[in-house]
C-alpha cells in the first residue's frame, strides 16, 4: 500500500500534474483534491520518512518547481515528512484546515522567500546596529514582510527572511547587491527563492 507524501497546498486553479525526481524514490507530484484546494502528494511507501539531505533537497525542489510553473504559483508549504496513509485522511485536513490554507495563501500570494545572512569578517569591528538600521532602510520597502533568524554566531550581524513579490524579485536582488558592494568588511549571504515556510503557520496532524 503506498501512502501520500505531501509537498504543500494550491487552490484547484494551481493544481498540477508532473514527473520529477520526488523524495524517497518518487517519480509524479499530482493534485488530491477538495472543494477548492488542491495538496500536492508524490506516493511513498513507509509513513516516516528519513530526512536525508537528498530527500530534503528533493522535497525543496519539488516545491521550487510548483512555484515557477507557468509563470508563478501560490504554495503553503509543509514541513519535510508530512505523510498519510489514505485519500480519505488528506481530504479531512484539507476540509478541516480550509480557513487556515485561504488566509496563508493570502499572506503569500504573488510572493517568494529570499535569505540573508550578513557575516563580519574575522577581525572587523562593526557596528551592528547601524548596518542592520541600513539593511532596513532599503530592503524592508521593497519586502512585504520579514522575519529575524537566530544570531547563531557571534560574527553574524543578521539573519533575516524576506517575503518578496515575484514583481520586486529584480529590484530586491540589485539592494542586496548594491549593498554588498558598500560594505567590504562584510560576507553576504543571499539565498532563494524558497517556499514561504516562515511566512506560514500551519499546523496540521498527518495519519
Given amino acids: 500500500m503506498t501512502n501520500r507524501y505531501v509537498y504543500g497546498v494550491v487552490t484547484t486553479d494551481d493544481a498540477l500534474e508532473f514527473e520529477t525526481d520526488a523524495v524517497a524514490g518518487g517519480e509524479t507530484v499530482y493534485p488530491i483534491q477538495h ?20 530527500d530534503a533537497r528533493r522535497h525543496d525542489e ?4 510548483i512555484m515557477e510553473a507557468d509563470g508563478g504559483r501560490t504554495v503553503v508549504p509543509m514541513r519535510f515528512g508530512m505523510v498519510f496513509e489514505s485519500d480519505r485522511a488528506l ?18 500570494e504573488g510572493a517568494v522567500e529570499l535569505g540573508l545572512k550578513v557575516v563580519r569578517d574575522e577581525d572587523a569591528r ?3 546596529e547601524s548596518i542592520v538600521d541600513r539593511l532596513g532602510d532599503e530592503l524592508e520597502p521593497i519586502a512585504d514582510e520579514s522575519v529575524e533568524n ?12 524576506y517575503l ?21 568588511d562584510l560576507q553576504f549571504r543571499y539565498t532563494g527563492p524558497f517556499a514561504p515556510y516562515s511566512f506560514v503557520d500551519i499546523q496540521i496532524g498527518a495519519e
Fill in 35 to 54: 472543494r477548492r484546494l488542491a495538496a500536492l502528494v508524490s506516493d511513498v511507501e513507509t509513513t516516516e520518512p528519513e530526512r536525508t539531505d537528498e
Fill in 150 to 161: 537566530g544570531l547563531f554566531s557571534d560574527r553574524l550581524v543578521t539573519n533575516r527572511s
Fill in 91 to 108: 481530504k479531512n485536513v484539507l476540509r478541516g484546515g480550509r480557513p487556515a490554507f485561504k488566509r496563508a495563501m493570502r499572506d503569500v
Fill in 164 to 184: 518578496v513579490p515575484r514583481e520586486e524579485r529584480d529590484a530586491f536582488d540589485r539592494a542586496v547587491a548594491d549593498l554588498e558592494e558598500s560594505h567590504d
Fill in 62 to 65: 519539488v516545491l521550487r518547481e
Fill in 126 to 128: 562593526v557596528e551592528r
